[in-house]
């Protein structure tokens, strides 16, 4: 066990366990570090240090007044440069809400133009309007992308309201 990083240690925890910690990073850059558990080397990623300053409640996104999102698409959203997000923030604090779905599903909402992660920002059923709070980091464009997959190839409006933002 080992981390030629210091701000980055590994500990013996129970037999055949370990745990590995991360400094805090005082620095607005990231930064990358290794730590090599029982051979196998992992990387680990942290960003900048990041302040959080709320705004208003804002509807950021409502495609009510436009298409709804198919079934395995992804749309892009702005999100920077309106209702007081400014240009560099790094992430914004949602409530999202999946409104009129054809069939069940979920949502997926990431920074814009990256790997689409594993989790649900959001799971709803036929017919029922269901919402849920996030942290979305955004893209270094300030969009974010949201994916929704719609069983039996339908479709669900989303709405975005933002309360705060990382920066």
């Known amino acids: 066990m080992s981390s030629p990083t210091a701000w980055l240690t590994v500990s013996a925890a129970a037999p055949g366990k370990a745990t590995w910690t991360a400094q805090p990073n005082p620095s607005s850059t990231p930064r990358v570090g290794t730590v090599t558990i029982a051979g196998q080397t992992f990387t680990v990623y942290q960003g900048g240090a990041t302040d959080f300053y709320t705004v208003a409640p804002c509807r950021v996104a409502d495609t009510r007044t436009g298409s709804p999102i198919l079934s395995g ?63 979305i980091s955004l893209a270094p464009n300030g969009t974010m992308d949201a994916f929704g997959l719609v069983s039996n190839g339908g479709t669900v409006h989303l709405i975005v309201d933002v309360n705060g933002y990382f920066q």
């Open 73 to 135: 698409t992804i749309r892009s959203l702005p999100i920077a440069g309106l209702c007081g997000i400014p240009v560099g923030a790094k992430a914004v604090s949602v409530n999202i809400t999946a409104v009129d779905p054809t069939s069940q599903g979920y949502m997926t909402l990431f920074a814009g133009g990256t790997g689409q992660p594993a989790a649900t920002t959001i799971s709803f059923q036929s017919g029922v309007t269901r919402s849920n709070n996030a942290l």
